[in-house]
């Protein structure tokens, strides 16, 4: 009988001790902001080289993937919590887990949190900071709502749909997905299938090559920006305005469309194709090298001029509100116009 007792004491002193560690584990890295110190997970890299994220809906935080010479699919991490105090948040960070595992299919990162999550009001909050390692030529598929996407490639493709995350991307091969809401959205050395939206924020891009498919852009309450453009293009921006710089535009599905935002084009190269651009109640600039070779049409509405200036051409239709000319006799074709108040600028620029 005594042998049990002492039994039992050293196993309640020992669960003490452990509780203590984890105290002092967990460090404040900012007010009402507690962490645990890097946490490291592993898995084997599998034959598909796909990385699927999924994340319960009530955890937020950041995850960024990079790539190097490995095998393995590595992750460091970092759970963390808002709280207004420090047992609060301990008992928070406790309820959070990640799981890593390789499957058949794919290699599965699981961010895990209760849910209904007992941080339920607008200051406290549980979070899960990862890093993760591929090897190359990976792809990645994310289901994180609220998680924040920071990818260091190259990487074969990215798809993310529907996510109220931030997203700063760089080196993707073959396709590329995004679609956030309210969030900024930055994508650079991009190749193949794109298609990318956002609302309320900026959508910046650079280095994109749609390698003869048609890429799409999409915002509503922000400015899109992009330099260095080839390809196909359908953009579609409103309350927002539009630039698009080193833009080589090519094929017959060229299509941009504003509302109520400036549309800003300079053209580089377009030795082949249509562009149609098409805005409202703002003004559509264009600048062209002057050995473009080809049929610009251009519209506006009765408040609206056009201007054409700095380049060879032959008028085939001038009126008040229309002007249709030909800069040679190659086959490109740019159709621009305007309903609502707003003018259409066509400047030429040396070309080659």
């Known amino acids: 009988m005594r042998k049990y007792v002492v039994t039992v004491v050293i196993t309640l002193l020992s669960f003490a001790a452990g509780a203590s560690c984890l105290a002092q584990d967990i460090f404040e890295t900012e007010k009402g902001l507690y962490s645990t110190a890097a946490l490291t997970a592993s898995s084997t890299g599998g034959k598909q080289k796909k990385l699927v994220i999924k994340s319960a809906s009530t955890l937020a935080g950041t995850i960024t993937i990079t790539v190097a010479q490995q095998k393995d699919v590595t992750l460091t991490y970092y759970k963390r919590a808002r709280a207004e105090s420090r047992s609060r948040a301990i008992d928070y960070i406790d309820l959070l887990a990640v799981g890593i595992t390789t499957l058949p299919e794919y290699v599965r990162l699981e961010l895990r949190a209760p849910n209904p999550a007992p941080w339920g009001n607008d200051v406290e909050s549980g979070l899960i900071d990862a890093e993760v390692v591929v090897p190359e030529g990976y792809a990645v598929e994310m289901e994180a709502t609220y998680y924040n996407l920071v990818v260091r490639g190259p990487l074969r493709s990215v798809v993310v749909q529907s996510s109220l995350g931030r997203f700063d991307i760089a080196d993707v091969t073959q396709e590329l997905e995004l679609e956030t809401k309210n969030r900024r959205v930055k994508i650079d050395n991009i190749t193949g299938k794109i298609s990318v939206s956002t609302t309320n924020a900026a959508l910046v891009a650079s280095g994109i090559d749609s390698r ?141």
Not at 332 to 352: A, H
């Open 212 to 352: 003869g498919q048609t890429a799409v852009f999409r915002n509503e309450g922000g400015d899109i920006k992009i330099d260095g453009y080839s390809g196909g293009i359908n953009l579609k921006n409103s309350f927002g305005r539009t630039v698009i710089t080193n833009f080589r535009p090519s094929g017959e599905s060229n299509f941009i469309r504003g509302a109520s935002g400036p549309v800003t084009l300079e053209i580089t190269e377009m030795k082949t194709g249509q562009l149609v651009v098409n805005n409202r109640y703002e003004d559509i600039n264009i600048t062209i090298p002057d050995t473009l070779s080809g049929y610009l049409s251009l519209s506006v509405d009765d408040e609206g001029r056009i201007e054409a200036v700095n380049f060879p051409f032959t008028a085939d239709l001038v009126e008040r509100d229309r002007l249709s000319l030909s800069t040679g006799p190659g086959n490109v074709k740019i159709i621009g116009s305007i309903r609502g108040k707003g003018n259409i600028y066509v400047r030429g620029t040396k070309g080659d």
